[in-house]
């Protein structure tokens, strides 16, 4: 099963408007990754976080690891039409090498 | 560089038939993976490889079968094809399972 549960699912935002997904594990994390899949693509990497609490901004994006690195969130300020995509975040799966699981995925469409 | 190249693009097969898709990567990657992707399902793990020589299992390892002889090439292969593996499958690698995770563009799978 999923070892990384992501929500929400779903998002339409109008451009300029603030979107947000969450992503939330009940193991502990040694590290949580990005992706964004823009509609027929394939995954694109965004960013990685390790540390406790991390915060890390790229532009108008702005990556989140919680305290107890369980949870892990994507806040992107002022959408605009080029966001839209889903955005996943996946985890290494415990203490097995190799395995890394992506969450369901959050699919975002941004209406001009 | 080319990247990860996944062959072929398109493919149609019948229930029961079997056939092989193929993943080469150019970048020298010791870690080389396979996800499905299924509407609002994400991207699940099926086999994954982290050297040539060896490989494990993932999420849905079950109708799928990997070897990975040498370490550009990852071919995935389907055994006896059923309508339940209709999907889109990403090969994707990595050096030394250290992100980011580079994807080809995927095969977009039907069976009937």
Not at chain 2, 18 to 31: G, I, V
Not at chain 2, 58 to 77: I, Q, W
Request: proline share 5%; aromatic share 10%.
């Amino acid at each position: 099963g999923q070892q990384v549960m992501q929500i929400p699912q779903y998002q339409h935002v109008q451009e300029g408007e603030d979107f947000t997904t969450y992503c939330n594990s009940s193991t502990t994390l040694s590290n949580i990754q990005w992706y964004k899949q823009r509609p027929g693509g394939h995954p694109v990497f965004l960013i990685q976080l390790v540390k406790s609490g991390e915060v890390k901004k790229q532009k108008r994006l702005t990556f989140q690891f919680g305290e107890a690195k369980k949870n892990s969130s994507l806040h992107i300020t002022a959408t605009q039409t080029t966001d839209v995509g889903t955005y996943f975040c996946a985890g290494p799966g415990g203490s097995t090498l190799g395995r890394l699981y992506f969450g369901r995925g959050t699919q975002l469409t941004v209406w001009p | 560089n080319a990247g990860v190249t996944q062959t072929p693009k398109f493919q149609v097969l019948k229930t029961g038939q079997s056939m092989t898709l193929q993943c080469a990567q150019d970048m020298n990657h010791e870690y080389m993976s396979w996800y499905r992707q299924d509407p609002g399902m994400g991207l699940r793990l099926i086999h994954y490889s982290v050297g040539a020589g060896i490989t494990d299992q993932g999420e849905v390892p079950n109708g799928y079968n990997v070897s990975r002889s040498t370490t550009e090439d990852f071919p995935l292969r389907l055994l006896s094809a059923a309508p339940s593996q209709t999907s889109v499958y990403f090969c994707a690698s990595s050096y030394s399972q250290v992100p980011p995770l580079h994807f080809g563009n995927g095969t977009r799978l039907t069976v009937t």
